[in-house]
């Protein structure tokens, strides 16, 4: 096992990890894409936005003018993320320095370095390939030396589709600067392949020492136990929204499900806020309350693995935990014979 909880100060208080961003999108209105659950969830008092969005949206001016958490009512930790995919797709030629003065005025407490992201299909021998992660390193550094707020954590993006790449990077922006903690992007595509995402994991878990390691886009309860595991300390995702849309339900014990596929009961099998005041049919109708459903299961989650790791037993309940998931367990054995624990 590679996780130690950690207190990570931010300038809108002290996160316990692991610990867990929902995504809040901004539509070009300025308004945001899910339910205002930290209203509702006490242990969610944290959101991961888009600095490329905001910056684009018709409220950028009022939001720089307020802070992000005036404007949104959001007494909580922001998580600023560059918007390098956006960047990527669309050819925006996004500055840096522009990126990160976003961050600063909004007023995040982290925010990531602009990265060029490199995609599943990129061959890592191509001139593409180099760029990008040429790039990435670059604004990475230039950040960290044009930054103006020191109390924002400045975590440096790692990026690449192969687990050399990645490690150099790691080790090159240690020797380059002091970040205070690095992030990981484009482990979606490497999701099916779990001994690449653990090798990798693993790598840069070691690297990074005692600095914080967010992972990007993986979020549903099961993944953040064996990332977590892992030594993951952050992560984020709009997962549980996008279920929500799928009509995806996270169980309380047993994975993800289909509505279709779930017994016809009057009630479902929990007992959040949501499923006590709402029948089977009014949740399975409503994408908003399915998705702050499945947020209660996230922080549920995060409450357990907090537990089981101060009360040094995480291995015990993670073996229970994945019994009956037969994908998960192979990738958790594998990831306890890489770690060094009992098989
Ligand atoms: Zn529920």
Same mark, same amino acid.
């Given at each position: 096992m590679l996780q130690t909880q950690k207190c990570i100060e931010t300038p809108h208080g002290t996160l316990e990890t692991p610990v867990f961003f929902p995504v809040f999108h901004l539509n070009t209105r300025g308004s945001g894409s899910c339910p205002k659950y930290w209203n509702e969830i006490p242990e969610l008092k944290t959101m991961l936005v888009n600095a490329h969005g905001i910056q684009k949206s018709e409220r950028f001016h009022r939001i720089l003018k307020n802070g992000f958490q005036e404007q949104f009512h959001f007494p909580g930790i922001v998580f600023a993320d560059s918007g390098g995919l956006q960047n990527r797709l *669309? *050819?925006?030629?996004?500055d840096p320095v522009e990126i990160l003065r976003v961050q600063e005025g909004i007023g995040a407490d982290i925010a990531a370095t602009l990265d060029m992201p490199v995609l #599943?299909?990129? *061959?890592?021998? #191509?001139t593409t390939h180099a760029e990008n992660v040429k790039a990435t390193v670059q604004n990475a550094i230039t950040a960290l030396k044009y930054r103006?707020?020191?109390?924002m954590l400045l975590y440096a993006v790692i990026h690449g589709n192969d687990l050399k790449v990645m490690t150099n990077m790691i080790d090159y922006l240690k020797r380059k600067g002091n970040f205070d903690g690095y992030a990981v992007g484009g482990l979606i595509f490497k999701r099916s392949n779990y001994r690449q995402l653990i090798d990798l994991i693993i790598n840069l878990r070691k690297r990074a020492g005692e600095k914080p390691l967010h992972v990007f886009g993986l979020g549903g309860p099961l993944v953040i136990s064996l990332l977590t595991y892992l030594g993951v300390d952050s992560f984020d995702s709009s997962s549980f929204l996008s279920a929500g849309s799928q009509r995806v339900y996270f169980t309380p014990d047993h994975g993800s499900r289909q509505f279709r596929e779930? !017994?016809?009961? !009057?009630?479902?099998p929990c007992i959040c806020p949501v499923c006590s005041k709402n029948t089977f049919e009014q949740i399975r109708s409503q994408r908003r309350l399915i998705g702050m459903h499945n947020l209660w299961m996230i922080a549920h989650e995060l409450r357990k693995l907090k537990v089981h790791i101060l009360d040094q037993d995480l291995e015990d309940y993670l073996d229970n935990r994945f019994a009956n998931r037969p994908q998960i367990k192979i990738a958790y054995k594998y990831a306890k014979a890489k770690t060094g624990g009992f098989v």
């Open positions: *669309n *050819n925006l030629k996004l #599943a299909n990129d *061959n890592i021998s #191509a103006e707020r020191e109390d779930m !017994p016809q009961t !009057p009630y479902l």
